[in-house]
């Protein structure tokens, strides 16, 4: 058991991530904030979804918003991508907010973290969600590399055949010498 996980007494593949937001004003007409994803606070006990955000910063412009949690797993076929993620500097959780669904509900929700950046790449394409990397911290960092030595295989690259584009001289295909007249 690594450091973390026996620290936090989380699952070798689960753990759960407190989700810090940025409410940045905005000089603009149609829009009063932005939201951004700032931040992370592993290993913190689980938030109801329905709890009050706590506000944890604020300045000329901005707050920082505790705005819930959500939980960061691990699954074994997504090796590839963690490996990818943690080869970079810095490596990241990436964080996806989702819009309310209500009227009375905050503006945002927390939806998703993962560290698989083609997992985040495919929720940026709908428009509406906001995805955005954290910094990951060392001691995820080093979760992740522990599950990505346990559990990665390499797969093998195999070159697909081209099919071939229908050749009737090659099939015996006759044909009716009557049309060619």
């Not at 973390?4 to 759960?16: D, G, Q, R």
């Not at 910063?57 to 939980?71: A, R, T, V, Y």
């Not at 076929?77 to 819009?99: C, F, I, M």
Request: charged share 25%; glycine share 8%.
């Amino acid at each position: 058991m690594n450091e973390l996980s026996a620290s936090y007494m989380v699952p070798e593949n689960k753990l759960t991530l407190g989700i810090i937001v940025e409410q940045r004003m905005l000089d603009n007409p149609w829009q009063d904030f932005a939201w951004l994803p700032v931040g992370i606070l592993p290993g913190i006990e689980p938030i109801e979804p329905n709890a009050s955000w706590k506000l944890l910063g604020e300045g000329k412009g901005w707050k920082h918003f505790l705005i819930g949690s959500l939980e960061l797993e691990l699954f074994k076929g997504e090796t590839e991508g963690y490996r990818y993620n943690v080869s970079n500097d810095p490596a990241y959780v990436y964080v996806v907010l989702s819009p309310a669904e209500e009227i009375d509900d905050p503006e945002i929700r927390p939806f998703l973290a993962t560290v698989c950046p083609y997992e985040a790449e495919s929720y940026g394409e709908n428009g509406e969600d906001i995805v955005e990397g954290v910094v990951m911290p060392d001691e995820i960092n080093s979760w992740v590399s522990s599950f990505i030595e346990k559990y990665h295989v390499d797969q093998p690259f195999k070159k697909r055949k081209q099919k071939r584009a229908y050749d009737p001289r090659k099939t015996g295909f006759i044909r009716n010498q009557s049309t060619l007249k």
